[in-house]
């Protein structure tokens, strides 16, 4: 059903984008033939988080440890390369071959129930305007080493922006990432 409705769209015209959350069990070679498969379908992007274990999903048996997050995808990565909408500092961040802090306020989510703090796998509740969540939620207590809850995740809803801050912190940087992009 999700290739047929990929492919419809397509044809209609539409940009097509993946979101792939990986869980603790993946194979290595699965996963690189579906990525593999992805692209074949000439989707525009593809996105890749590990599975994180938030407080409200049903199932926390599954979820990936910060160390096998990244022995899974320094092999899943080793020797290839697909074109994932992530910057080339998030998918060595995956590998363990840069570390970041999270940057809680990277991606913030507005819903019926307003602004939601400080994460969207969180539930510490929702501010009514972007002025409170950014001035009244004490972003600092967020994050690996600062909250508990954050001491597995690696997803790209906050580590991506911290990617990005990253690599366009300096112009050796910025043309490393350019360069790492283009380069297989």
Not at 93 to 106: A, N, S, V
Not at 125 to 146: Q, S
Request: glycine share 8%; aromatic share 14%.
């Amino acid at each position: 059903m999700a290739v047929e409705a990929i492919q419809a769209a397509k044809q209609a015209g539409f940009r097509v984008t993946t979101n792939t959350t990986v869980f603790d069990g993946e194979n290595v070679e699965g996963l690189r033939a579906f990525f593999d498969y992805a692209a074949g379908l000439g989707v525009d992007g593809m996105m890749v988080s590990p599975g994180y274990s938030y407080e409200k999903a049903p199932d926390q048996e599954h979820f990936l440890k910060r160390e096998r997050t990244k022995e899974l995808f320094r092999k899943v990565f080793a020797g290839k390369k697909w074109d994932f909408n992530h910057s080339p500092f998030f998918l060595d961040f995956l590998q363990g071959k840069r570390e970041y802090q999270c940057t809680p306020w990277g991606n913030p989510n507005y819903s019926v129930l307003g602004w939601q703090k400080p994460c969207y796998l969180m539930a510490d509740g929702y501010a009514t305007t972007y002025k409170e969540l950014m001035e009244e939620t004490a972003w600092d207590r967020y994050g690996t080493g600062h909250d508990p809850r954050c001491a597995d995740c690696m997803v790209h809803c906050g580590y991506e922006a911290t990617a990005v801050t990253d690599a366009m912190s300096s112009p050796a940087k910025v043309a490393k990432s350019v360069w790492a992009t283009f380069v297989t």
